[in-house]
């Protein structure tokens, strides 16, 4: 079935440095959202894509779907102590189901 | 990773009528279990949060006796939506949380349920 793969698992970051996670299918994708868990907490949706070569901004975050919507990457910028968490994409099946990624967990360096 | 199925994964039903969702861990034993609902564009909507062998705890505003959730074994929770409205119409999506060394944990989401009460 479709597959989602979302790397890498872990990125440690100093505070300050950019991080970026990135999603791939290996199937065209009708849409692709992004959420963020924060320690113990529960996922919060951030952003849904659905246009080819897409490129939404939330103020140091920043999404791209690809061009033949089978990637699609988070970008932060200048990372801060509260962007700590694991951030996941998830991506509409055809059967509205979602098919995750296995989450990429921020890891800010003390 | 781990993989966590739901079955139905769409499911149409008259006003009045239960439906019952399963969520099962496939390569791994879930100790605690969760119960989202969401809106489209919206975040998960915690419902309710289940142990192997104990009664869930469901966060306010849930009716637990209208989602009632069942953690009978460590690979299997079912939540039923007894007497389901048209308002109850929603995705629902589970998670199951694996306890790793120590006191490390990972969660890992199913697909998800489409639930339309006609």
């Known amino acids: 079935g479709q597959q989602v793969m979302q790397i890498p698992q872990y990125q440690h970051v100093q505070e300050g440095e950019d991080f970026t996670t990135y999603c791939n299918s290996s199937t065209t994708l009708s849409n692709i959202q992004w959420y963020k868990q924060r320690p113990g907490g529960h996922p919060v949706f951030l952003i849904q894509?659905?246009?080819s070569g897409e490129v939404k901004k939330q103020k140091r975050l920043t999404f791209q779907f690809g061009e033949a919507k089978k990637n699609s990457s988070l970008h932060i910028t200048a990372t801060q102590t509260t962007d700590v968490g694991t951030y996941f994409c998830a991506a509409r099946g055809s059967n509205y189901q979602l098919i995750w990624g296995a989450g990429t967990k921020l890891i800010i360096k003390p | 990773g781990a993989v966590v199925s739901q079955h139905p994964s769409w499911v149409i039903c008259k006003s009045g009528t239960s439906v019952k969702i399963e969520c099962r861990s496939l390569d791994f034993q879930a100790t605690t279990m969760f119960w989202y609902r969401q809106f489209p564009k919206q975040s998960l909507m915690l419902m309710a949060t289940?142990?192997?062998?104990?009664?869930?705890?469901?966060e306010q505003g849930v009716e637990k006796d209208k989602f009632l959730i069942n953690h009978a074994s460590l690979t299997l929770s079912t939540l039923t939506v007894t007497s389901a409205h048209p308002e109850d119409s929603s995705f629902y999506i589970c998670?199951?949380?694996?306890?790793?060394?120590?006191?490390?944990?990972?969660?890992?989401f199913g697909p998800g349920t489409r639930l339309t009460v006609l």
């Open positions: 894509l659905v246009k």
């Open positions: 998670s199951a949380r694996e306890r790793l060394a120590g006191v490390h944990y990972e969660q890992f």
């Open positions: 289940s142990n192997e062998g104990s009664k869930a705890t469901y």
